[in-house]
């Protein structure tokens, strides 16, 4: 069975079956452009402190240079004691969290024990790896498990590190300088999210990928606390006029009203999903 | 960098990945455990390494227990070969596989990219090994004890760190013998310095 998994690791195979060939070749025949994939911009991050994890994480998720989402959740639930935040393609880290997530929940019920940060990491290596980069994902796990806490960054190949903080996505480098300066071992959980919190703004002001809010979840050995906003760093401001004229503002000359009589035949109501 | 000596083997490395010009882990731990008494230096793609690496850790382990015995070294850089040569068109890993074991003692295998296995006293590997190749030359001689083995293991990786922009952090050095495995971590600033100005 070994020699069969040895083989599904390394994607030797047809490297286009991945792509929509087909799809691309029509588009550029008609001269229109592949629509480029939703990119969360990003920047990600997480911190071992004395009790826990930290993970923090922006909001904005871009298409190419436009913002498609102000608000978008970053920090996605793998177990009741790890979750995971995610850079790089949108829908390569929605899907993959949720794929881990939902099979780290059938191991759990087959081991009958509380899931392992280093599963979940191994997990998500070993897919990686075999879609040789192809999947976009770039990760940051953390969580709280019978050996303590744990913080791994996992990158769309496939390597892994494990280490006290690691930093993601377009903004790393902005979040990376102010862990640097500021990290020391077991910090106390204030001092964990105020770290945490300055590095996702160092990020969102100085990295154009990453902007909005900023969204904390702090993973202890007993609780999670997600917090959504911690921080709404970029509050849209009240507008301080209207381009509105009042009515009178132009004078009315003459005034004419001609009823239309309309026989109401259908009366429906649909409701459209905000969810 | 591997070396053997009389009843064990030295290993080191630096520990610096970078992606690009950042770096992205400036404390990695490049000596891998295989098994007990059987390390790997790695060097090349990190995914590719790490892969490569737990799929043998893991087939060791499995034969290991159905031999009932610790495994030898030349059978891990077997397997390192036989993945290595394999997938050598998709993969990019350059491999030092040293260790102990009760037949041959200490003993170092280069599995270098391409996939060949070769056993040697000595071997040197990764991007800044280009540059160390004339100090090894130079200054290794057969029959050094473990604490010389150490102590050119930490000037060659210091040499090599100070030269290659894709090496530096620290120095982290390991002995393999029959007693065990000892661990060490040189810190930038203790390094071993040689004027070059």
Redesign the interface.
């Known amino acids: 069975s070994f020699f069969f998994f040895l083989s599904l690791t390394f994607f030797s195979g047809n490297i286009f079956l991945l792509r929509n060939a087909v799809l691309e070749v029509e588009a550029i025949k008609v001269g229109c452009s592949v629509p480029a994939a939703r990119k969360t911009g990003t920047t990600i991050c997480g911190v071992v402190f004395k009790d826990g994890v930290v993970l923090g994480a922006d909001t904005r998720a871009t298409e190419g240079m436009i913002v498609a989402d102000k608000n978008c959740s970053k920090i996605h639930y793998i177990s009741p004691n790890i979750y995971c935040c995610g850079a790089g393609t949108a829908a390569d880290t929605e899907m993959t969290t949720q794929l881990i997530s939902s099979n780290l929940e059938l191991h759990s019920l087959s081991t009958g024990r509380l899931p392992r940060v280093a599963t979940a990491n191994r997990m998500l290596k070993q897919m990686l790896f075999r879609y040789q980069g192809y999947i976009g994902a770039a990760l940051v796990l953390g969580g709280v498990d019978c050996n303590g806490p744990h913080l791994y960054s996992i990158y769309p190949h496939g390597s892994t590190d494990k280490l006290p903080y690691v930093t993601m996505g377009s903004g790393s480098l902005a979040a990376m300088a102010v862990f640097e300066d500021r990290y020391k071992p077991d910090m106390e959980e204030d001092a964990a999210k105020q770290v945490v919190r300055d590095a996702i703004a160092a990020g969102i002001f100085n990295d154009l990928g990453s902007g909005s809010n900023i969204d904390l979840c702090v993973i202890t050995k007993n609780k999670v606390n997600y917090i959504r906003p911690h921080d709404e760093a970029n509050k849209k401001g009240v507008r301080t006029g209207d381009y509105k004229y009042k009515q009178g503002t132009t004078g009315v000359l003459t005034k004419a009203v001609t009823p239309i009589d309309l026989e109401l035949l259908e009366e429906s109501v649909q409701t459209m999903d905000t969810s | 960098m591997a070396v053997e000596y009389d009843g064990g083997v030295v290993i080191g490395a630096d520990s610096r ?1 970078t ?1 690009g010009a ?1 770096i ?2 400036r ?2 731990d490049k000596l891998t455990r295989i098994h007990d008494k059987i390390y790997c230096c790695r060097s090349g ?3 590719d390494t ?2 490569i690496a ?2 043998v850790a ?2 060791l382990g ?1 034969h290991s227990i159905e031999l009932d015995e610790p495994p030898l070294v030349e059978t891990a850089a077997n397997l390192f070969r036989a ?1 290595c040569y394999r ?1 050598r ?3 990019t890993a350059g491999i030092l596989v040293a260790g102990w074991d009760k037949r041959k003692g200490g003993q170092v295998y280069s599995v270098p990219i391409g996939g060949m296995l070769v056993r040697q006293p000595v071997s040197v590997g990764g991007s800044g090994s280009t540059y160390i190749y004339g100090f090894m030359d130079a200054n290794y001689k057969p029959g050094m004890n473990k604490e010389q083995c150490m102590e050119i293991t930490a000037a060659a990786l210091s040499l090599a760190m100070e030269r290659d922009g894709s090496s530096g952090g620290v120095v982290r050095l390991a002995s393999i013998s029959e007693e065990g495995v000892e661990r060490r971590v040189i810190l930038g600033n203790q390094l071993p310095k040689f004027s070059t100005h």
Do not use: D, G
Request: charged share 15%; glycine share 0%.
């Open positions: 990945t992606t950042y992205a882990n404390v990695t793609s990190a995914a790490q892969a737990e799929i893991y087939q499995f993945s997938y068109e998709e993969l």
